[in-house]
C-alpha cells in the first residue's frame, strides 16, 4: 500500500507543477485560484510522501517521488505547455522512468 500511496504523492507534485505554470497563462482573480490548486496539491503530495516513507526508505521513497514529478512534469510541459521535444530530452526521460523502476525492483518492500 505504501507504493501506492507514494505514486498518488507523485502525481500530486505534478499537479503541482502544472498549477505553477498555469499561474503564467492567466491574470485577474484567475489565478489566486491556480495559486490555491498549487497549495492544495503541495500538502496533499507532502502528507502522502511523509505516509509512504513510514514503510519505505526514506531514500528510495523520495528518489522516486521526485522520479515521478519529473517525469510527469516533463510530459506536462510537452504536452500542455509546448516545451520543445526532442530525440535526447525523451532518452533521458526514458532512463529516468527505467530508473525509477530500478529502484522500485530492487527495494525489499
Request: hydrophobic letters at 55%.
Amino acid at each position: 500500500m505504501n507504493w501506492v500511496i507514494l505514486i498518488i504523492a507523485g502525481l500530486f507534485e505534478v499537479g503541482y507543477t502544472y498549477s505553477l505554470g498555469k499561474t503564467k497563462e492567466v491574470s485577474g482573480n484567475a489565478i489566486y485560484t491556480w495559486y490555491g490548486i498549487f497549495v492544495l496539491c503541495l500538502i496533499v503530495s507532502m502528507v502522502l510522501l511523509i505516509k509512504s516513507v513510514q514503510g519505505l526508505p526514506l531514500g528510495t521513497a523520495y528518489a522516486i517521488w521526485t522520479g515521478i514529478g519529473a517525469v510527469g512534469t516533463v510530459i506536462i510541459g510537452i504536452l500542455v505547455f509546448k516545451d520543445p521535444v526532442s530525440f535526447w530530452r525523451l532518452f533521458f526521460i526514458g532512463t529516468l522512468i527505467a530508473s525509477i523502476l530500478g529502484l522500485k525492483f530492487v527495494t525489499g518492500h
